[in-house]
C-alpha cells in the first residue's frame, strides 16, 4: 500500500515509541516529536498527512500547535490524544477544527482505525501509468469488469501496483463518488484486524472509549479493498465469509446488525490457489472473493512501462520538493534502468529515483545517480546540507534496520530458510517476519527460499 506520512507529538517517550510501533508495522511512515515546538520545525521542512498530537505538553502544547496547524496548514488533518482528565481541552479542540481526539488509554485498534479513518485520499496513486502492451490489455479487463459489481481478485508481486489496479476499478465502477476504504490484512496484528474490520461498541474491550465503526461501515456505498487477504487468519476468515454472504456486520460487542452494500476487492502476492491447497486459505472464501481475477505481472515482465513510471515519478517527487527544473534521465541512466529486474517492482523504481532527485547535479540524472543496490546509499548520501542531528539519527537508523536484516538473513541461512523456525528463534510472529522479509526484498535484497 502507498505510503502516508504522518506527524506525531507526544512528550511521553515510552507511549511514543509505542505508538511509532503500531504506525510504522501498519505501513505508515511516521516522524515522531516530543513537543509541539519541534512540530513546527518538522512542519516547515516536511510535507505531512497528517498530525497525531497529544493535548498536554510542556510549551505552547496540542492546542497552541493545533493553532498553527489551522492557520498554516488550513487542510492538514489533526487527531488529538487526551487523558481523561482533559477532555474538556478535546471539545475545545474540536470546536478548533481537530478531526477528532483519542481518550487515553486507548487500543492500538483505534489509533489505527481514527488514523484511516481521517486521512485524506492521496491522489497521486489515482492516476496509472501504463504503457507496455501488457498493461494496456490489463486495464482495458479491468475497465470492463469496474462496471459490474463483481468481486475481483488483484494477484502479483508486491510493489506492482496492484492498489493502483484496486483504485482505477473503484474509479471506472458506478461507486465511483461513494469511498474507497483499504485495509492491509498483513499489517495490522491479527488480534486488532476482526475489529478493524467490523467495528465495535463503547466497552467492547479494555480501552474502546468510544464505538467505532468499522472498514466495512466505512466503506458503505463504496468499495473495500482487502489488501493481502491471504494473510488473514482461519478464524477471521470464516466471519469474514460470513459477512459477505450475509452481507450484514455486527460490530464487537454490538447487538444490532448493519445491512452492507460494499463492493470487496482483494489482493494478493501469493499464489492463493496454491495457499488453498495447503489449507492456509479457505477455499469457500476463495470462490467467493476470487469471482474475477487480475493478475498485474511483475514490473520486468512489462518493460515498456518501465521509462514511463520513472518520469511520472520524477515529476512528482519534483513537484512535491519544489524543484522548478525537473531534470531528464540520460540515455546511459535509461539504460540502467531498463537491465534492472526490478524484485520490488514499482515501489523499487520509486526510491531510486527519489534517491536520484537528492544526488543528481545539474539538469540530467546519470548513471551515477541510479543508485539501485540500497548499501550504495550509505557512500554517496553524505550530503552537506542535512542537519548533523538528523544524519546521526537517520544514520543510526539505518545501522539498526541494516543490522535487523542481518540477524534475519542469518538465522534465515542457519535453518535453511525456514520461515517457522526463524520467528521461533527471533521471538516474533511468522507474520511479523513475513512483513519483514517482504520489506527486505523490496529493497532488493536476495532472501533464502
Ligand atoms: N501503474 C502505476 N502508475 C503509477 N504509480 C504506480 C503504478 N504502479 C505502482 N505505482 C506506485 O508504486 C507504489 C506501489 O504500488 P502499490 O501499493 O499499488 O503496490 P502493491 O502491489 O499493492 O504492493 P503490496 O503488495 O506491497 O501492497 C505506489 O506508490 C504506487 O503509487
Redesign the pocket.
Known amino acids: 500500500?502507498?505510503?502516508a506520512k504522518l506527524l506525531l507529538v507526544e512528550d511521553d517517550a515510552d507511549l511514543r515509541e509505542a505508538l511509532v510501533d503500531t504506525l510504522t508495522l501498519s505501513q505508515y511512515d511516521c516522524l515522531d516529536v516530543a513537543s509541539a515546538e519541534d512540530a513546527i520545525l518538522a512542519l516547515k521542512k516536511h510535507s505531512f498527512d497528517m498530525v497525531i498530537s497529544d493535548v498536554q505538553m510542556e510549551g505552547i502544547g496540542g492546542l497552541g500547535l493545533l493553532n498553527y496547524v489551522s492557520a498554516n496548514h488550513p487542510k492538514l488533518p489533526m487527531l488529538m490524544m487526551t487523558a481523561y482528565a482533559t477532555v474538556d481541552d478535546a471539545v475545545k479542540a474540536i470546536k478548533q477544527g481537530a478531526v477528532d481526539y483519542l481518550e487515553k488509554p486507548f487500543a492500538t485498534e483505534v489509533l489505527l482505525n481514527q488514523v484511516s479513518r481521517y486521512l485524506p485520499d492521496s491522489s497521486?496513486?489515482n492516476?496509472?501509468?501504463?504503457e507496455d502492451e501488457k498493461?494496456v490489455n490489463l486495464f482495458n479487463l479491468a475497465k470492463r469488469v469496474a462496471n459490474s459489481d463483481a468481486s475481483v481478485m488483484i494477484l502479483?508481486?508486491?510493489?506492482?501496483?496492484?492498489?493502483?489496479?484496486?483504485r482505477y476499478v473503484h474509479q471506472n465502477s458506478s461507486r465511483k463518488d461513494a469511498p474507497f476504504i483499504a485495509i492491509?490484512c498483513a499489517a495490522i496484528p491479527e488480534n486488532m484486524l476482526e475489529a478493524t474490520l467490523f467495528g465495535y461498541e463503547k466497552g467492547a474491550f479494555t480501552g474502546a472509549h468510544q464505538a467505532c465503526p468499522g472498514k466495512f461501515e466505512q466503506a458503505q456505498g463504496g468499495t473495500l479493498l482487502l489488501?493481502?487477504i491471504s494473510e488473514m487468519e482461519l478464524g477471521l476468515q470464516v466471519k469474514l465469509l460470513r459477512v459477505l454472504q450475509e452481507r450484514e456486520v455486527e460490530r464487537l460487542g454490538g447487538r444490532k446488525t448493519i445491512k452492507l452494500d460494499v463492493r470487496v476487492l482483494a489482493?494478493s502476492?501469493r499464489d492463493l490457489k496454491a495457499y488453498v491447497d495447503e489449507g492456509q486459505f479457505r477455499e469457500d472464501l476463495y470462490y467467493r472473493i476470487n469471482v474475477f481475477p487480475l493478475a498485474?505481472p511483475a514490473l520486468y515482465q512489462r518493460p515498456a512501462?518501465i521509462i514511463p513510471?520513472a518520469k511520472?515519478?520524477l515529476n512528482k517527487h519534483c513537484e512535491k520538493q519544489s524543484i522548478i527544473q525537473v531534470p531528464e534521465l540520460s540515455d546511459a541512466a535509461i539504460r540502467k534502468l531498463l537491465l534492472h529486474r526490478w524484485p520490488g517492482?514499482?515501489?523499487e523504481?520509486?526510491n531510486v529515483i527519489q534517491r536520484a532527485i537528492i544526488l543528481h547535479q545539474g539538469e540530467e540524472i546519470t548513471t551515477d545517480d541510479i543508485i539501485i543496490d540500497a548499501n550504495d546509499v550509505h557512500e554517496q548520501a553524505t550530503n552537506d546540507d542535512v542537519e548533523p542531528q538528523t544524519k546521526e539519527a537517520e544514520t543510526l537508523g539505518k545501522d539498526l534496520k541494516a543490522q535487523e536484516h542481518v540477524i534475519i538473513l542469518e538465522t534465515l541461512n542457519q535453518y535453511q530458510g525456514s520461515r517457522k523456525m526463524v520467528a521461533e528463534k527471533l521471538g516474533i510472529s511468522p507474520r511479523t517476519l513475513r512483513y519483514k522479509i517482504?520489506k527486505m526484498k523490496?529493497l532488493g535484497m536476495q532472501i533464502p527460499a
Open positions: 500500500m502507498s505510503q497521486d496513486i492516476q496509472p501509468i501504463i498493461s502479483g508481486p508486491s510493489g506492482s501496483g496492484k492498489e493502483v489496479m484496486a492491509n489488501d493481502e489482493t502476492n498485474w512501462d513510471l511520472h515519478m517492482n514499482v515501489r523504481l520509486d517482504a523490496e
